[in-house]
């Protein structure tokens, strides 16, 4: 069996400490420190599966994103980057995200099973979006999934 995502990142945050790549080192030390979090939060300790660790993994990338975005409008460059840095390098441990070619034949062939299914027009969002997430992944935009079905209902209906 291949290591896990978490095991993968611990090997390379050894790596970035030898390194003294102060970018890689910071942006894992953030996601191991969110993942022991997520495994520790319930009334248990828990070990996440590859699948909850990705969606860790993306949250943080969606973190930074956002933080890069915000020091953009701040008018702060410097920080950008290294925003921008951080989240490429978790980004490396996510699988390929969906083409928009992709995504709009899942969102239509949900659709079109919603239908099958007696669902019509906005009343099948809720089923639709669930289906197209569970199909797209941990790492998938929920809200972009969610703004592309409605308008794809809105049309259809």
Known sequence: MSDSVKTRMQTA?????KARDEVALSSLRQALAAISVAET???EQVVLDDAQVLAVVAVEVRKHHETADAFVTAGRPEKVERERAEAAVLEAYLPATLSEEELDGIIAAEI???EADGAAGMKAMGKVVAAVRAKAGPTADGAAIANKVKAALSAHG
């Open 13 to 17: 945050l050894t790596a970035a400490m």
């Open 41 to 43: 939060a319930g009334s």
């Open 112 to 114: 079109a099973a919603a």
